[in-house]
């Protein structure tokens, strides 16, 4: 069964440096991988996805995320935090062509940009 | 163009009701998904409608239900409450071409129930 980790529930960094959200996974075959954000009282919204291709993807708001295969993970990155970065990100795993394989999202995890 | 809607944002109930959730999605789209989003739980995957047939289905009791109709709308029904649906439930819309399994996802803003 495939599955999603976010082994951080809060990450705090400060406004300026780089920031890392981790996410691993666990799936049967080549995996779709996304990043999704949640702003309070709001829904979900999109930042990127791996498909296929170029393993480093890059997103909406300056954000970019590192497929390894090896390491089976797809860590959420960006150079230079910014306080409106502080939201709740999601990292959600779905599997290859499988009439049964449903979107998996990790539990979350809490970023906190500090001015 | 338009972004998710649902209807209504807010919703108080007692145990033992039932409930219907409402969500229009982007023009054009044809997959709309369900959501129950709990601080305990986190974000789980209700079920998956796609030109009004249900194309997944996530681990919940039967009292939890959906349809999707012909323009694409959905309604989610949730029967016999209990105090444990409390939860912010999220509709998300996409193409739903090719299986939908590399569709980004269109999500509204949610419905906040709340069951007394």
């Known amino acids: 069964a495939q599955s999603v980790a976010q082994p951080e529930d809060q990450v705090n960094v400060a406004e300026g440096n780089p920031l890392t959200v981790k996410c691993t996974y666990s799936v049967s075959g080549n995996p779709y991988l996304f990043w999704y954000v949640q702003y309070p009282n709001r829904g979900l919204q999109f930042l990127l996805k791996y498909i296929t291709g170029d393993n480093l993807v890059k997103g909406s708001y300056g954000f970019e995320a590192e497929f390894n295969k090896s390491q089976t993970s797809f860590h959420l990155k960006k150079p230079s935090a910014l306080v409106s970065d502080s939201a709740l990100y999601f990292c959600a795993v779905r599997g290859p062509l499988n009439r049964d394989d449903k979107i998996i999202f990790g539990k979350g995890t809490r970023l906190h940009i500090l001015p | 163009k338009a972004g998710v809607t649902q209807t209504p944002r807010y919703l108080i109930k007692t145990r033992g009701q039932q409930v219907t959730l409402s969500c229009s999605p982007i023009?054009?789209?044809?997959?709309v998904s369900w959501y129950q989003q709990t601080p305990g739980q986190g974000l789980q995957f209700l079920f998956e409608y796609f030109s009004e047939t249900q194309r997944n289905k996530g681990n919940f009791p039967g009292r939890f239900s959906g349809r999707q109709f012909s323009n694409s709308r959905s309604e989610m029904n949730v029967s016999t409450l209990e105090l444990g649906d409390s939860a912010l439930y999220l509709c998300?819309?996409?193409?739903?071409?090719?299986?939908?399994?590399?569709?980004?996802?269109?999500f509204g803003p949610g419905t906040r129930l709340t069951v007394l």
């Open positions: 998300a819309s996409s193409l739903g071409l090719a299986g939908g399994y590399t569709d980004t996802q269109y």
């Open positions: 023009s054009g789209h044809r997959s």
